[in-house]
């Protein structure tokens, strides 16, 4: 009983002391040591709250020593200054379950995070000019993230707090678009800059795909191959923040893969170069819940063909190979953080990279080459590197681990008619009319107009549909009246259904990535009143413009 309560005052004692995390140009440091840290993302409103423990426990269990999260403004704002962190919500309870786990956590706060991630309001709110030195904009942006910091702060979940998070993140790989933003971009990218370092939250802060991030942001690398990254500082180590084990589903598009020996030589080809942080985008993709999925056109599956599948369970054999390459890649920490480097060229993309300390050394033998395998010839011995490969040496002469060579077991999810017995036998269809009572709806649910107005702003992302309608009327001797006349609408519905006096006439849909279309039928219009009706559908709303 004594020495029990004694080590619950030992853990407790301990739990509150701070991690210095730090880095150089080789690595993050924590507590003063240079770190190799493998990371994987997990989406809090992606799985629920009795899900977190076992995913984050199958993250420790396949290597990670950090789950890293976008934090979902949309979520946690839907309409402005009113807030909501229960259930899938609950951000620090996710935070606290990955320490509990004793992971490290990653906090991307953004607040944008692509095509999910604004709130509507925000779109619709006067004068708004997303992502720029705009007034409206970054009062908001500056609101959350304060919001968001002081929550977290509060909780004591910063590691400099004695807590799990190492890092954070402010904006969104921000380098990919601001070119058009000229020099306000620049001027935006510094203000984030300034923001972030005024909430003092005692760790690194990360920006990603951002070549012009000012110190001391650390600027990292997103991607399917991050090993040409090169930081914009040599103070700033070789981070690669979003490495996509796949990509997201749409509907209609074949299930996404991403091959296991890809993903593994990406990442071991970035550690060969240098590389001493990864973050797998995703680790678990899960679900998008509800109306959640972004668009357009993203289904509610984001499996991403990510190591847990979007259930939860291993999907291998991704998770065992990736596991296999965490716990080699951690074997050589020391080597690989103050290891002096040296490399050889063998020609035809085959090459190998020594790390050198003292103690020993560690080896990569890659093989950029995607057709042939290489032979290498390395003190004495000679080693085959499959094409497309990488191989690696904890001690320079044995192999311990080849991304092209899966010693796991294969998993595969056979998807099977609904005729087991334990699923109930008739999975039907059914509707339900959407309620109407929460309608921020200019009026009471209709308005009149004489102009279109853009679906986001009237509907306010309280629904996924809206009519637009119209009544056309025709005297008896009107020379159109029963005469073949052209109907053109020009759309940015995702879905668009035309009916002319109650009867459908047609529909069309935009074809992936553009947003326009024309709509063009016959149409016969009677005598008297004419009823042009439109239904216009999002398939997944992405509010990032
Ligand atoms: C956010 O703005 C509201 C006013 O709209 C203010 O009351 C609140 O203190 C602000 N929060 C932060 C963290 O700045
Ligand atoms: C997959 O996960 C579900 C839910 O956690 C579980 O019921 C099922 O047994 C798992 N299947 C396998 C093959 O592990
Ligand atoms: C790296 O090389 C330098 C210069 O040769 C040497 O002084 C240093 O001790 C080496 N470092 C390690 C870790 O071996
Ligand atoms: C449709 O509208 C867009 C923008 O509102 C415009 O750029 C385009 O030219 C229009 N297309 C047609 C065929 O009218
Ligand atoms: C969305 C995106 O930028 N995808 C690109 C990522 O990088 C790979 C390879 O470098 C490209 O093929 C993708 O188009």
Redesign the pocket.
């Known amino acids: 009983m004594v020495s029990l309560r004694f080590l619950l005052c030992f853990l407790c004692v301990s739990s509150v002391y701070a991690t210095i995390v730090s880095h150089d140009g080789r690595a993050i440091t924590i507590d003063g040591h240079r770190r190799v840290l493998l990371s994987g993302s997990i989406h809090y409103p992606r799985s629920t709250p009795e899900m977190w423990p076992d995913l984050i426990k199958k993250g420790k269990e396949g290597g990670l020593d950090a789950i890293e999260t976008y934090v979902f403004w949309n979520a946690h704002e839907p309409t402005r200054r009113q807030y909501d962190f229960s259930g899938k919500l609950d951000l620090i309870r996710f935070l606290k379950t990955i320490q509990d786990e004793g992971l490290y956590a990653v906090l991307r706060i953004g607040p944008y995070a692509c095509a999910e991630g604004f709130p509507v309001w925000l779109h619709n709110m006067p004068g708004m000019v997303f992502r720029t030195t705009n007034k409206a904009y970054m009062d908001e942006m500056q609101n959350f993230t304060t919001m968001i910091v002081d929550m977290v702060k509060k909780e004591k979940l910063f590691a400099s707090q004695g807590g799990p998070i190492i890092l954070a993140q402010i904006e969104n790989e921000y380098g990919n678009v601001m070119g058009p933003y000229g020099e306000s971009g620049k001027a935006y990218i510094k203000w984030c800059a300034h923001m972030a370092q005024s909430l003092d939250v005692g760790v690194p802060w990360i920006m990603c795909q951002q070549n012009d991030a000012p110190q001391p942001m650390l600027n990292t690398c997103n ?3 991050c090993d040409n990254f090169v930081p914009n500082n040599p103070n700033t180590p070789k981070m690669w923040t979003e490495n ?1 084990t796949g990509w997201f589903k749409q509907w209609g598009g074949k299930n996404p893969h991403r091959t296991t020996e890809d993903v593994a030589f990406s990442v071991a080809r970035f550690f060969q170069r240098g590389g001493t942080f990864n973050n797998y985008y995703m680790y678990h993709g899960g679900t998008n819940f509800d109306r959640t999925a972004g668009g357009p056109y993203i289904t509610t599956s984001y499996d991403y063909d990510a190591p847990l599948d979007e259930y939860g369970n291993l999907s291998q054999p991704k998770y065992g190979h990736l596991k296999q390459l965490h716990d080699v890649l951690h074997s050589i920490e020391k080597t690989l953080t103050y290891g002096n480097i040296s490399t050889i060229d063998f020609g035809n993309s085959a090459s190998a990279t020594i790390y050198k300390t003292e103690e020993g050394s560690s080896c990569f033998f890659g093989n950029g080459n995607e057709n042939s395998d290489a032979t290498i010839s390395f003190q004495g011995e000679s080693y085959v590197v499959p094409a497309w490969s990488v191989t690696i040496l904890p001690d320079c002469k044995n192999e311990a681990y080849n991304t092209a060579k899966i010693t796991t077991q294969t998993s595969m999810m056979v998807k099977k008619p609904n005729e087991a017995e334990d699923t109930p036998s008739t999975l039907k269809w059914s509707w339900r009319p959407e309620n109407m009572d929460n309608f921020l709806l200019k009026g009471k649910g209709e308005s009149t107009q004489t102009q279109l107005f853009d679906q986001k702003v009237v509907t306010n992302d309280q629904s996924d549909y809206l009519w637009y309608m119209t009544t056309v009327k025709f005297k008896k001797r009107d020379p159109f009246v029963g005469k073949t006349m052209s109907l053109r609408i020009n759309s940015t519905a995702h879905v668009l259904y035309v009916f002319v006096n109650g009867n459908i006439i047609g529909y069309q849909h935009a074809e992936n990535g553009k947003f326009n279309y024309v709509f063009e039928k016959d149409v016969k219009f009677k005598s008297g009143r004419n009823v042009i009706a439109l239904l216009s559908i999002t398939v997944g709303l992405a509010v990032s413009s």
């Open positions: 991607g399917f191959y996509w």
